[in-house]
């Protein structure tokens, strides 16, 4: 939907229209008269449309805020006008985009991934960490600490190419559920978020994904998902190395984590992947309190925002000391600067498409 | 210019004046014929403009298959259509799209540096690398060997948050001159290249710079030279670290060298900055040849191309012998493989913009 682009279009082919008319009314030409009916008549089915864009939002302050921000700074001669090659909108992933409870979705793929491997791997039915996520055993898991999380990270996210890495998460992506929902992960979208990149895009706002998930984990489905391009998605990443496999090139991916897009890395990918501040960001934990920070100093006018999840019944309630996504400093910081945080039970009217599809 | 795309514009709006032409005949409405005509005479107009498109390459078969290729990949229902999202066109930068002798233009920046920082630097007169820098002594700098490089980067390229290094770049290219044309760097860019840039983004290409160069180095010029927005620029980086400066947060530049965009690492920052290959690649030399072997293994459609420094006189000649942008390997390759090679002195009608100005 690109409501007011295509309303101001047929507002413009309404005036054509209309000054035809005036030419001809002295041939008493009425049938035209009927076309510029219609035209009107598209015009306000155009407004009814726009008026549903941001329609999983809730009518309140935090809708209002985004509406009068972008507003602002897209409408020619505004005193805030940005010009479109400086509307860079960056959004966190895991818990902003989309959910990451009960884990991170991209550690529920690696246990996966371990399971499918286990037969060919005897071995670690007794050798740890792999036997405790064969076992489930999360709490012998958190016991190996950083080391078995980057043997876990070495089985299942190294030692094949870019290509074969990407086929193995689409294949993941389609057969996957979550454990509550019961649905491929990624249903577990946000439609009020996905609704506010298409509305951001909409204005010529570019949308970024800044995560600390793997790169080339969140690029497979980020298109499909968020209609966000690959290029436009920056996270954590492997070492990877060129070879050639006889007569053809291959990229390899290492088990070595080469860079990790979160806390103070947010900023620092930012400034290498696009080089220039962002006008607006979106996070949701600690994690991203440098990516906000760095966009709240950018000059100029710039829009900054937390998703607080509050809403236990619909998707969860979890901050200040919460395992996955704590959000603790970044809300007291949120307070004091005067950042907009986004309540998920009081201002979304939905939270996944599927909700929709059930009460319909 | 969009050539094309407003030539096909006209000539669809001229279907339709016809069409109502035809229509109104019967009224015998001449003015309207009028009107057919000037528009006629403005789709002629477009077709002369269009052919002022790559106005700087000479009429030949490297030309042909520029045109060819990219006809054949963006005319929709064409059996090698390709869709815009993937349109993904990378090109080197020193030697490619500018010029990069005596020197890289970056090392001769970096030279200028260590001269404008010398009078805070007293010992510099005797300590080396800095003295063969300030004597003007290649071979002593050359004798200092990479560590000697290192440290005339880490005097240059670091110790300063990434907004001080920018303006520090554009003060710099704003001043410096080219010691054989006199003239700033920026206008050391190839015509010929710069069209080309434009051909394929008016035809939904999304061109990118994947260069061995400092990412920082280039950005600040990227876009006024070629039209490249910041993001769309890869190049080599020293790390930056996230810090707040009492309540202001910067990003400072270290003196370590994190990624070297040349060779193998280009096709390695292809896909970790791109994430999708490239269907059309220009290079240079061969720290491009990894870069083209990337592109010509792409599935489908795609157009792999070297630059040859053929012409001593508006440029320069060199290739398997030069210290500086050496073109050896990925010649031979370019012969096997049936990859376009632009031959400077024979293709290019023009090679810097300011020729034009002396001989008009």
Same mark, same amino acid.
């Given at each position: ?6 309303? $101001?279009?047929?507002?413009? =082919? ?27 008549? !598209? ?27 972008? /507003? ?5 001669? /505004?005193?805030?006008?940005? #010009?479109?090659? =400086?509307?860079?909108?960056?959004? +966190?992933?895991?818990?902003?985009? %989309? ?20 037969? $060919? ?27 078995? &999380? ?26 996957? @559920? ?23 895009? +909409? ?7 800044? $995560?600390?998930?793997?790169? #080339? ?18 996270? !954590? ?7 050639? @496999? ?7 991916? #290492? ?5 990790? +897009? ?22 949701? $934990?600690?994690?991203? &309190? ?16 937390? &998703? ?7 998707? %969860? ?30 201002? %979304? ?12």
């Amino acid at each position: 939907m690109r409501g007011p682009t295509r309303c $101001s279009g047929s507002l413009i =082919q309404i005036g054509v229209r209309a000054m035809r008319i005036g030419k001809r009314a002295a041939r008493g030409d009425v049938q035209r008269a009927l076309r510029l009916g219609i035209a009107l008549l !598209s015009v306000l089915l155009c407004t009814l449309v726009h008026a549903e864009e941001l329609a999983s939002w809730r009518d309140g302050p935090v809708k209002q805020a985004i509406i009068d921000f972008v /507003s602002a700074v897209t409408t020619p001669g /505004s005193a805030q006008f940005i #010009e479109p090659p =400086q509307r860079i909108a960056v959004f +966190d992933n895991d818990g902003t985009l %989309w959910a990451e409870q009960p884990a991170y979705f991209q550690l529920l793929f690696a246990f996966d991934r371990i399971k499918a491997l286990a037969p $060919s791997h005897p071995q670690w039915k007794t050798q740890q960490p792999y036997a405790a996520v064969l076992n489930n055993d999360m709490q012998a898991l958190a016991d190996s600490g950083e080391q078995g &999380l980057l043997k876990i990270l070495a089985a299942t996210h190294a030692g094949m190419t870019t290509a074969e890495f990407r086929q193995i998460v689409l294949d993941w992506l389609g057969s996957a @559920r979550h454990p509550r929902f019961g649905r491929p992960y990624t249903e577990l979208v946000y439609q009020p978020m996905r609704e506010l990149l298409e509305y951001l895009r +909409d204005r010529g706002f570019k949308t970024f994904i800044v $995560s600390g998930g793997g790169v #080339e984990f969140m690029r497979p489905f980020s298109e499909s998902a968020y209609g966000i391009v690959p290029e436009r998605v920056i996270g !954590s990443r492997v070492a990877t190395r060129f070879t050639m @496999r006889g007569d053809k090139p291959v990229l390899i991916r #290492e088990p070595i984590v080469e860079f990790v +897009d979160d806390g103070p890395g947010k900023p620092v990918a930012i400034d290498h992947f696009i080089g220039r501040p962002p006008v607006f960001a979106f996070g949701n $934990s600690d994690g991203d &309190l440098p990516m906000l920070q760095w966009t709240a100093a950018t000059p100029g006018p710039h829009f900054v925002a937390l &998703l607080h999840h509050t809403d236990g019944d619909r998707e %969860w309630a979890y901050d200040r000391r919460s395992r996955v996504g704590r959000l603790d400093q970044a809300l007291d910081q949120a307070v004091v600067r005067g950042w907009v945080v986004v309540d998920m039970k009081r201002d %979304w009217r939905r939270v996944f498409a599927f909700e929709g599809a059930a009460q319909r």
